[in-house]
């Protein structure tokens, strides 16, 4: 697939990109994991990953519309006549804060070739295209209830205001992509700040989509116009895009939603590290089924496994820190591995199961240490 994304990070990203802290991938900045090390439960906003298919759009608040329309409205407004809210109008109404974590659904791409020989196209993230941060905003069923939702409403669109996306030659348009409405009244939000703080211009500035749980493709950046449809609605980001395809899959793939279990270690990428001291690996595990119950370690490449210590601070939250205590053995090369199990008893497979556009892998990782 060719795609129309600018080869610099510097055309498509706003805020600065230290490598200490993010790792580019053309038009895409990847946390990187030991810098996590040591921080509290959510993600610093330097380090907050960005998933951009263009770049980031610089809006003026003042001008901004939030525009609502379609057949799932009271009175079916058109694109053209939309119901419109301004960027006044929704701080103006009740606020709600909450922690939720955001995903890309290709994070840990790079493994289903390097540990599976499974090769697929996209960006190559690897573990670090994920963050939690404190969003706060206005609920999306507050602004539908208003705006006149109706009780045939089946589907809400949101669109980004970022420019349009260009793959194998065609104009796909903005991005978009739809939520049933059940979800969409649930815990969607409307977020206008991030960490306590005005949203950042690579983080949506002014207004995003914040979809708990789900992966990231539904938490829309740059919100603009609003599809509310008494029919199912589509996209190329819920038909050609975010599907699971290949062997094994239905044919015309299985819809990718909700995010898979996975685990991280805050450490560099094949560390170097002392024979003989004792240290202290930390780590975190999270599922967009809900909160992590357990979590295994294992640091001779899965010979044997002990559980890690949780932070009881965590407990049902959208992530889980975790620590475990290492004194190798002598020096070498050594293979770190960590899995997860959820409440909902889904857990981390040795292997994830390939697809043709490498989504949701949910293997656990070997991760690669130096014993000197």
Known sequence: ?????PSRAAATIVKPLPPRLLTVHGGNAEMRWEAMAGQGFTVPTDRFFVRNHTRSPQLDANTWRLRLFGT??????TRDDAVEFDYGDLRAMPAEETAALLECAGNGRRFFASQQAHPAPGVSWGLGAVGVARWRGVRLSTVLRHAGLTDDAVDVQPEGLDPD??????????????????KAL??????????????PVDHGFPVRVVVPGWIGISSIKWVGPIEVSATPLSSPWNTRFYRMFGPGHPVDGRLVTTAVVKSAFELPWDVRVPNGEQLLIPGRSWSGNGPIRTVDISTDDGATWRPADLDPADEGGVWQRW????RPPRPGRWALRARATDVTGAGQPDQA???ALGYLFDGVVRHPVTVD
């Open 323 to 326: 620590t475990a205590l290492w």
């Open 186 to 199: 649930d815990d969607v939000l409307l977020a206008y700040e991030m960490n306590g703080e005005t949203l």
């Open 72 to 77: 799932g409205l009271r009175g079916s407004p």
């Open 1 to 5: 697939m060719t795609l129309s994304l």
């Open 165 to 182: 996306f260009v793959a194998d030659g065609a104009n796909l348009g903005r991005v978009r992509r739809p939520i049933p409405i059940a």
């Open 353 to 355: 199961r390939p697809n």
